[in-house]
C-alpha cells in the first residue's frame, strides 16, 4: 500500500484502478480525507477577534482656594482596555495665582506650571497601559481660582 496522507492507496498505477466511474470517486474521496482533515472532524469556528475604539477623557471646571493639588480632571483607562492619549488642555481664569500639574501613567510630566494663557498638550497617539490614568490637578497659590481643564483620548480592546 501507498500512503498518502492518511489515504492508503494499492501500489499499483492509478490508471489501473480506475475502470469504473465509482472507482474514481472513492480513491478522489480518500485522497481528500487523506489530504483534509476536517472532512472527517468536525471543526470549530472561531470568530475573529473584534477591535472596537469608544471616546475616553473628560472635560472639567473647577472652582476651589485650596493650596494643594486637587485634580481637576482625571481618565482612568479600564483594566480590559488599552488607553490612546491625543490631547490635554489647561485654561484658568486667574492664571498668576493657578498652577498646574499633569501625571501621565504615573509618570509626572510637570508640576507647578504657571501659564499665561491656555495651552493645549497635543500626544500623537500615546498609547497608555490597562488600568493607568491621566490626572490634571490644579492648586492656587491665594485665594481663589477658577481652572479648566480636558483630556481627550480613546480606549480600544486588545
Same mark, same amino acid.
Given at each position: 500500500?501507498?500512503?498518502?496522507?492518511?489515504?492508503?492507496?494499492? =501500489?499499483?498505477?492509478?490508471?489501473?484502478?480506475?475502470? !469504473?466511474?465509482?472507482?474514481?470517486?472513492?480513491? %478522489?474521496? *480518500? @485522497?481528500?480525507?487523506?489530504?483534509?482533515?476536517?472532512?472527517?472532524? =468536525?471543526?470549530?469556528?472561531?470568530?475573529?477577534?473584534? !477591535?472596537?475604539?469608544?471616546?475616553?477623557?473628560? %472635560?472639567? *471646571? @473647577?472652582?476651589?482656594s485650596s493650596t494643594i493639588y486637587v485634580a481637576l480632571v482625571e481618565w482612568k483607562i479600564p483594566t480590559e482596555r488599552i488607553g490612546v492619549l491625543r490631547f490635554v488642555e489647561v485654561d484658568s481664569e486667574h492664571f498668576a495665582t493657578t498652577r498646574f500639574k499633569l501625571e501621565v501613567a504615573g509618570k509626572v510630566f510637570f508640576t507647578d506650571l504657571r501659564l499665561n494663557s491656555s495651552m493645549s498638550l497635543e500626544f500623537p497617539d500615546v498609547e497608555l497601559a490597562p488600568g493607568s490614568a491621566v490626572t490634571l490637578s490644579v492648586r492656587a497659590t491665594s485665594g481663589s481660582i477658577v481652572a479648566l481643564g480636558d483630556i481627550v483620548g480613546k480606549e480600544k480592546t486588545f
Amino acid at each position: 500500500m501507498v500512503q498518502r496522507g492518511n489515504a492508503e492507496l494499492p =501500489p499499483r498505477g492509478l490508471l489501473d484502478y480506475i475502470s !469504473r466511474v465509482d472507482d474514481l470517486l472513492v480513491i %478522489v474521496v *480518500r @485522497l481528500l480525507q487523506g489530504l483534509s482533515p476536517s472532512l472527517t472532524t =468536525p471543526t470549530r469556528t472561531i470568530a475573529p477577534s473584534r !477591535r472596537y475604539e469608544i471616546p475616553g477623557g473628560g %472635560v472639567q *471646571r @473647577l472652582e476651589t482656594s485650596s493650596t494643594i493639588y486637587v485634580a481637576l480632571v482625571e481618565w482612568k483607562i479600564p483594566t480590559e482596555r488599552i488607553g490612546v492619549l491625543r490631547f490635554v488642555e489647561v485654561d484658568s481664569e486667574h492664571f498668576a495665582t493657578t498652577r498646574f500639574k499633569l501625571e501621565v501613567a504615573g509618570k509626572v510630566f510637570f508640576t507647578d506650571l504657571r501659564l499665561n494663557s491656555s495651552m493645549s498638550l497635543e500626544f500623537p497617539d500615546v498609547e497608555l497601559a490597562p488600568g493607568s490614568a491621566v490626572t490634571l490637578s490644579v492648586r492656587a497659590t491665594s485665594g481663589s481660582i477658577v481652572a479648566l481643564g480636558d483630556i481627550v483620548g480613546k480606549e480600544k480592546t486588545f
